[in-house]
């Protein structure tokens, strides 16, 4: 079993035997077994956003902070495995069946239906998120017929990494430099910085200029649907064309953009709830050597405040001279009409 690490009370983190795909209970048990005086999952870490610059514009950015106004890095400060839920003080209740797996935090850079590329800034200083930017231009992705923007709430699980030095055994393609990316499939509208709990449905192995781009499926867990959707052949059965729809964006959304179309591994057949975890597991352990320090950086920022064994650990007033060192939030710009328009590919 591989080591996963959870937020400890001393802000630090606490290397804990256990598997990703046990129940929340047993995951609880082994880790308090083994961190007893350490170990704190008492309740949900709510996180606030802080505009930066001017939306629409090159320097706009949402930074993350905590409820007590200390800034992090969405990338390297949020966990990845989503904290036992309780509200003042109460103990959480006893989950039901089907409530009972590892729920993941998940990072929302993209609402449904937008087309702005937003995305955590690895290379910047606590990460935090912008529209990315090609070309001296702001990224838009086409509305490929019959689509609008982006067809989920699309984002990233915080505290993984898809190394460039590393090569996937199945598709003998390295990994993309960036957090794995999350389609959140559920009925809500996210906002950018918003950050959700997820159940994990299912994988894509998407190949994006000859580079991994793994795309999980998943499901905000308070969302009306998750309880009926708890595999990708529930997302099959109860979303018809769903699955087809999300090949067929992924694989045209860059032709508009003069790109090749995007190739898949597995046959473009999506893989299971397990693969997925496995290939979660695979990521933060990437990720893991990253901020310790113990392998080749690929120009990623790792400045955090609460990872205890990591060289990049800064103070909060290191953090937050980061932030008001950037423009103060502004009038946005304005968007242009272009980006409504529609591409028949």
Request: glycine fraction near 4%.
């Amino acid at each position: 079993m591989s080591p996963l690490l959870l937020r400890c009370s001393l802000g630090c983190f606490t290397t804990v035997l256990g598997s990703f795909s046990a129940s929340r209970n047993k995951l609880v048990t082994q880790a308090a077994a083994a961190a007893p005086h350490l170990l704190c999952l008492s309740k949900t870490m709510h996180y606030q956003t802080e505009e930066r610059g001017r939306p629409h514009s090159a320097d706009y950015r949402i930074y993350f902070k905590t409820s007590e106004g200390k800034y992090i890095s969405p990338f390297h400060d949020i966990s990845l495995i989503a904290e036992t839920e309780q509200d003042n003080d109460v103990p959480a209740k006893k989950p039901k069946k089907h409530e009972s797996e590892v729920l993941f935090n998940m990072v929302v850079e993209v609402p449904r239906w937008t087309n702005a590329k937003m995305e955590i800034a690895t290379k910047e200083p606590l990460n935090p998120i912008k529209q990315d930017v090609k070309k001296g231009k702001l990224r838009y992705v086409a509305n490929i017929f019959p689509h609008k923007g982006y067809i989920w709430n699309y984002g990233a699980l915080p505290q993984t990494w898809e190394d460039p030095n590393h090569t996937d055994e199945e598709t003998k393609c390295c990994g993309d430099n960036d957090p794995i990316d999350v389609c959140e499939i559920g009925t809500q509208v996210c906002f950018p910085g918003q950050v959700i709990q997820v159940k994990v449905l299912g994988i894509l192995a998407m190949i994006d200029e000859g580079e991994m781009d793994w795309k999980v499926i998943a499901i905000n867990a308070k969302d009306p649907d998750a309880k009926n959707l708890n595999s990708i052949e529930d997302v099959r059965k109860c979303r018809p064309g769903h699955l087809e729809a999300t090949v067929d964006w992924f694989r045209k959304y860059k032709v508009p953009d003069g790109k090749p179309e995007n190739q898949f591994g597995f046959n473009e057949q999506f893989k299971d709830k397990d693969f997925a975890v496995e290939i979660i597991k695979s990521t933060h352990e990437h990720w893991r050597a990253l901020v310790q320090k113990q392998t080749n950086s690929g120009g990623i920022d790792c400045k955090n405040i609460s990872c205890c064994e990591s060289p990049f650990k800064c103070s909060a007033d290191e953090a937050r001279d980061v932030v008001e060192s950037a423009p103060a939030l502004d009038s946005a710009h304005p968007v242009s009409p272009n980006v409504d328009k529609w591409h028949f590919v």
